[in-house]
């Protein structure tokens, strides 16, 4: 299939292939190696972790289990095996194979359902549980086709068919709960409370092995209740009524939000269960007493409910949610935990790792690490913020990454200040960790921290500017001797004033910039937001060592990220060259992830409009999340907070562009290509296809588009327009038939206003 087979940079090369000027592209590089002490952080570059779930497959075919790692909002991550040896895993991020998975929606497991060795992938669609097949292209690349949602006859109630449930945010268990050799489903009903477990037919009703056939066997699966209380009732018939708080137990706020972790604990041959909650930060453990009670059914007969008691017990804020899978690669299904609430979560120390050492009927876990691969990767928490400047001055630039916060008891979050020194040697890219609280910024106690740097007061020596969640800045000047030595930053004004002595406020999430925008020879401040705008400060400094800043316009040159996107937009500044022309231009982060890349400012003319050049820079966002899931709705942007730095660091001549995303871990990109710029190609969420894979016909909707007539074009990868349609833009959507078309990645271009929309998609048969 060719689709799986594009790298991500040669999307650039084909649909910018056109006009007359001349640019480089940046493409994914994850050979820059990234040092703690003298460990090498192996996923330097992934781009951090938050709120991962955990399945693994083998990815490229090679034999070896590898990880996929889903994020809800966000996607999937792709984490190669490259370990030489069981019980010693080790993983590398290889970016290009999360090209090969569909979106995915609130949760995403991948088990093997018709029989074939290769897994498939189970997520929530609109119906409840869907389902993708897997196979193996040319490349031997692990990829997907849409298979079916889930529906079961419904002969109690309405005697109709219904969809197999999940509760939105839940993760349901899906394993083999009989034994049969086919894998079944348990879910939480709609109000919470007990579980509904959907039996697997194929196997009973003699189906051929590509077959899912589900019926609902129990609505009380396991005969456990989870009330509103720690404790589970145990023995609970679904006709029960009146419960009682267990004495001694410990109320929680709700029973919606809960995921379900199907194991074998002990290897007796039953599945029992872990339970993850949104009101708790344990885990409760269900024991399956059928087998060793002969009971008929699957029944809990035995609790933990803060797990586990005498080892290790999980204490994972907010909502720890476990995954049970052979990390070790020794055999034996170990569990990965990690947090499934976002807000008020964990977000440093979010995986937790127990190993398996349990042999038949006797159960043996033990507990590794609560910072699994996360070790291993730039990590600041949430909503990274990196910054190049030359610390050390020895002519290489320097990493400062900064970020919203680390967790702190109560949920809150405080930030810091890291340091990478570069480490450059003849040609060969390094960092090296000097410090993860430099200049000890987290005795500030300050949240959020978006660090820049310049000489602001005039004295020519770069201080540091620090913005924060709540949208003011703070002002370290620097007491160094002269500008060739370390700088000495000391907090001068927490919270910077402007020339009036008012707070300088943009209104939240601040990401400042310092750069001589007016073009008089003194570095001013502009700041991003979170409304997408950027507001601008004049340096009105008249005495060296002396700031004074005026507030010149809230919405400088009027460029604004997501602008479709009222709030929430998380604009976040960068300016300087990105490529040999020799030119500055500005950038911006932006809450979908995209970078918007702009012009006209190089006068210094402030008060001129800027020109939008491109809506997606080198078609980089979160590289969790290439596609829109149909349950998406229009105006919804994934929540990847892109922010942005550009510099040569290795003394190539050659820039290199480091992302910070919305998980607090980077992304490293190298610019390689040159091809040419085409007029702006937007990505605006104006525009939403399916299904996706599609096979027979690919459905396009739009809304926000003015012009009355529209035009849409299906490309494939060689920059062919293989369809094209003018429509009518008041329809607010259309059908296209594309079963002539082969199978493989295009893209579906629509033509309206003067701009182009897209949206990537592939067909598969």
Request: glycine fraction near 10%.
């Amino acid at each position: 299939m060719v689709f799986s087979k594009v790298p991500y940079i040669l999307l650039s090369v084909l649909f910018f292939g056109f006009g007359a000027s001349a640019q480089e592209f940046y493409q994914h590089d994850t050979t820059v190696k990234v040092f703690s002490g003298s460990r090498e952080l192996t996923l330097a570059w992934c781009g951090g972790f938050n709120n991962p779930q955990f399945s693994e497959a083998d990815i490229n075919h090679d034999g070896k289990k590898d990880l996929v790692v889903f994020e809800k909002g966000l996607g999937v991550m792709t984490l190669l095996n490259i370990g030489i040896s069981a019980g010693l895993p080790a993983y590398k991020y290889v970016p290009h194979y999360s090209l090969n998975f569909p979106a995915a929606y609130d949760f995403m497991l991948l088990r093997d359902y018709n029989c074939d060795g290769i897994p498939d992938l189970f997520n929530r669609g609109n119906d409840g549980f869907e389902v993708y097949r897997g196979y193996y292209n040319a490349g031997n690349e692990l990829c997907f086709t849409f298979y079916r949602s889930l529906f079961y006859f419904n002969d109690v109630t309405t005697g109709g068919v219904v969809n197999a449930f999940v509760n939105p945010g839940d993760i349901p268990g899906i394993e083999d709960v009989d034994g049969d050799g086919d894998i079944d489903f348990v879910a939480f009903y709609i109000t919470g409370g007990y579980m509904y477990y959907y039996r697997n037919m194929r196997v009973e009703e003699g189906l051929p092995c590509d077959s899912i056939r589900v019926k609902l066997k129990d609505r009380c699966w396991g005969k456990v209740y989870q009330g509103f209380y720690r404790e589970h009732t145990l023995g609970y018939s679904c006709n029960n009524s009146g419960l009682l708080r267990p004495a001694g137990s410990e109320e929680k706020v709700t029973h919606s939000g809960n995921s379900i972790c199907l194991f074998d604990w002990d290897m007796d041959g039953d599945m029992d269960y872990l339970d993850g909650n949104v009101s708790f930060d344990e885990l409760t453990f269900l024991k399956n007493g059928k087998v060793e009670t002969g009971y008929p059914v699957d029944t809990m007969t035995g609790q933990d409910s803060t797990w586990q008691t005498g080892g290790k017990t999980v204490s994972l804020p907010v909502w720890p949610s476990a995954f049970h899978l052979d990390v070790d690669q020794d055999g034996r299904r170990d569990l990965l935990i990690s947090p499934s609430a976002g807000s008020g979560a964990e977000n440093l120390k979010c995986i937790w790792y127990y190993r398996n050492n349990s042999g038949a009927g006797s159960a043996d876990w033990q507990f590794v690490s609560d910072s699994f691969l996360v070790d291993r990767a730039i990590d600041a928490g949430t909503a990274s913020y990196p910054h190049l400047f030359d610390y050390d001055k020895d002519g290489k630039l320097d990493l400062i990454v900064g970020s919203d916060g680390y967790r702190q008891a109560g949920g809150v979050l405080r930030s810091r200040l890291s340091l990478y020194r570069n480490t450059t040697i003849a040609g060969n890219a390094s960092f090296t960790l000097e410090t993860n609280d430099l200049g000890n910024f987290s005795t500030h106690s300050f949240q959020g921290a978006s660090p820049a740097t310049g000489d602001v007061d005039g004295d020519g020596i770069s201080d540091l500017i620090v913005g924060h969640t709540n949208g003011t800045l703070s002002y370290f000047k620097n007491m160094a001797a002269s500008e060739s030595v370390v700088p000495d930053w000391q907090l001068t004004m927490a919270t910077l004033k402007d020339l009036a002595s008012a707070d300088i406020n943009v209104g939240g999430n601040a990401a400042p910039f310092i750069y001589d925008i007016d073009k008089d020879g003194k570095k001013d401040i502009i700041i991003g937001n979170l409304y997408g705008f950027i507001q601008y400060y004049r340096n009105e400094s008249t005495t060296p060592g002396v700031i004074r800043l005026k507030l010149v316009n809230t919405k400088l040159g009027k460029a604004k990220s997501d602008p479709l996107q009222n709030f929430g937009n998380y604009s976040a500044p960068f300016i300087g060259k990105l490529d040999p022309s020799g030119t500055d231009y500005l950038l911006m982060g932006s809450n979908s992830g995209n970078l918007y890349q702009y012009s006209g400012f190089q006068t210094g003319d402030t008060t001129a409009i800027y020109s939008l050049l491109d809506g997606r820079y080198s078609y980089i966002d979160s590289t969790l999340s290439l596609y829109n899931h149909p349950a998406t709705t229009f105006g919804r942007y994934g929540n990847r907070r892109s922010t942005v730095t550009v510099g040569d660091i290795d003394g190539s001549g050659s820039y290199s562009l480091i992302k910070g995303n919305v998980r607090g871990g980077l992304e490293f990109y190298k610019r390689k290509v040159y091809i040419a710029q085409v007029p702006p190609l937007y990505d605006e969420c104006l525009v939403n296809i399916y299904p996706n894979p599609a096979s027979e016909v690919l459905n396009v909707a739009w809304r926000g588009v003015y012009e009355k007539d529209i035009k849409v074009n299906i490309v494939d990868v060689a920059g062919r327009i293989c369809i094209t349609k003018q429509l009518d833009s008041s329809l607010g959507n259309s059908s296209i038939m594309v079963n002539s078309l082969p199978s493989g990645l295009y893209i579906c271009e629509l033509h309206a206003d003067g701009c182009r929309y897209y949206r990537k998609f592939t067909i598969v048969r």
